[in-house]
């Protein structure tokens, strides 16, 4: 049974998933093992509320298991528990001086208290041989961002070095999802025909979603927590990426292949795998409105509009030459492309093409919304924003930074819990030398 159960959750049967361990803790509330996996399932939801409770019981159960306190310690840096998480974190690196991953996150919960000791190790750390290429990318991230201080050259050096090693980490497979989003999909954005125009679907009939899209970096997880933080209650599933992934489990044997065409290529999937991974996923909240910020639907706004009639797309935007090197400066793991200058700039390339394509397709259900005109004037975009989604505000929505229930996975999480800063325009000037005019 725990075997069928981790299939499901591999298969991103989430719902499905759910059930099975569901019915294994009744059977043995004590299985530590299962009700880790219901954090992780839950965690991958973004019930956090949730994912927080089963790995706080299954780390009760193996109070020195090294994967449940990071998991659970990453949960509680998400919830904005930062004084318990900073000592879970710590006691890892006690557990595991080398324990790269650990550092980092007390790193990116607050670079400027970060212990002179943790880094002068995480010196010494950096001429290790036996050190995997991932843990080399984060050491090279952070002394990049304490190069920072003393010259951008030198900032530049390890950055560089930190997104090297990230992508080699798992060549094969960053590079066959680099190749899906800059190459694959801006050549068959517009022929996604997956879904007849009349079909209909159970589990979206009553949805009213509201798509987030656009660049990582662009104030997205900031119009995110205006909307869940308001009255009128939103679920939000976070960055799910379900079409994204579902569509690309299905095609990346055809995509191994040394020698395919990538513009001929044609993306033939399974509709009902397709479509059973979409309800386990959007079927675990009862909600009419929820919000999905998986920035890179932008390139599944037609399929989407066929599963989800009643979906509107927010557009989050800033200037496209501060977008490339924030990208850049930010090192997101979890996005291949964005690990070299080059394909950060054919990706932006790309998604100004098809963002605008979309725009004139669908001039109703897109709303844009700039970084700079947000931060500068927060409560009139606001009133913008909940008026596109049919919101009644009766407070400053804008203002949610000291809410004590904000959540969030991505790379902005200590942002979104300060006052909104207006935009600095000349931030990333000194950095538009990358780019040397390819933008």
Not at 55 to 62: D, V, W
Not at 192 to 217: A, C, Q, T, V, W
Not at 305 to 319: G, S
Request: glycine letters at 2%.
């Amino acid at each position: 049974m725990i075997k069928e159960g981790l299939t499901k959750f591999k298969e991103k049967k989430f719902c499905e998933a759910i059930n099975i361990f569901k019915k294994l803790t009744e059977l043995n509330p004590e299985n530590g093992d299962v009700l880790f996996t219901l954090g992780n399932i839950y965690y991958v939801l973004n019930d956090l509320n949730k994912s927080l409770f089963y790995f706080e019981k299954s780390l009760n159960i193996f109070p020195e298991s090294q994967i449940i306190m990071n998991n659970y310690a990453i949960t509680l840096q998400s919830l904005g528990q930062f004084d318990k998480a900073k000592e879970l974190f710590k006691k890892l690196i006690k557990l595991d001086p080398k324990n790269i991953k650990a550092y980092y996150r007390l790193f990116r919960m607050n670079s400027n208290n970060f212990e002179k000791d943790y880094l002068n190790k995480i010196k010494l750390f950096k001429n290790i041989t036996n050190i995997s290429l991932e843990d080399k990318g984060l050491l090279n991230f952070i002394i990049s961002k304490y190069e920072k201080r003393k010259s951008i050259k030198n900032e530049i050096e390890y950055l560089n070095y930190a997104h090297k090693y990230q992508f080699n980490s798992q060549l094969v497979h960053n590079s066959k999802i680099t190749e899906f989003h800059t190459k694959i999909l801006p050549n068959n954005y517009n022929k996604l025909n997956l879904i007849k125009k009349d079909e209909k679907f159970n589990f979206s009939k009553n949805k009213k979603p509201i798509f987030i899209i656009g660049l990582p970096r662009s104030g997205s997880t900031l119009i995110e927590s205006l909307l869940i933080q308001n009255d009128k209650k939103y679920y939000s599933y976070g960055e799910s990426s379900i079409f994204d992934s579902s569509i690309f489990n299905q095609i990346k044997k055809d995509i191994l292949t040394k020698n395919y065409d990538y513009k001929n290529f044609n993306i033939s999937i399974d509709k009902n795998i397709f479509l059973n991974s979409l309800e386990n996923t959007y079927s675990y909240s009862t909600n009419e409105l929820i919000v999905d910020k998986s920035l890179e639907n932008f390139f599944y706004i037609d399929l989407i509009l066929k599963i989800f009639p009643k979906a509107k797309f927010i557009h989050t935007f800033r200037n496209r030459l501060d977008s490339a090197i924030a990208i850049y400066q930010s090192m997101l793991i979890y996005l291949p492309w964005s690990h070299s200058i080059e394909n950060i700039l054919n990706y932006i390339l790309n998604y100004e093409k098809i963002i605008d394509y979309f725009k004139k397709k669908y001039p109703d259900k897109i709303l844009d919304v700039k970084l700079e005109d947000f931060t500068n004037e927060p409560n009139f975009n606001s009133k913008k924003i909940f008026d596109f989604c049919n919101i009644h505000s009766s407070n400053n929505g804008w203002e949610f930074h000291n809410k004590k229930n904000l959540a969030s996975k991505t790379s902005s999480f200590m942002q979104i819990r300060e006052k909104i800063h207006k935009y600095e325009d000349k931030k990333y000037e000194p950095y538009y030398f990358l780019i040397d005019k390819k933008l």
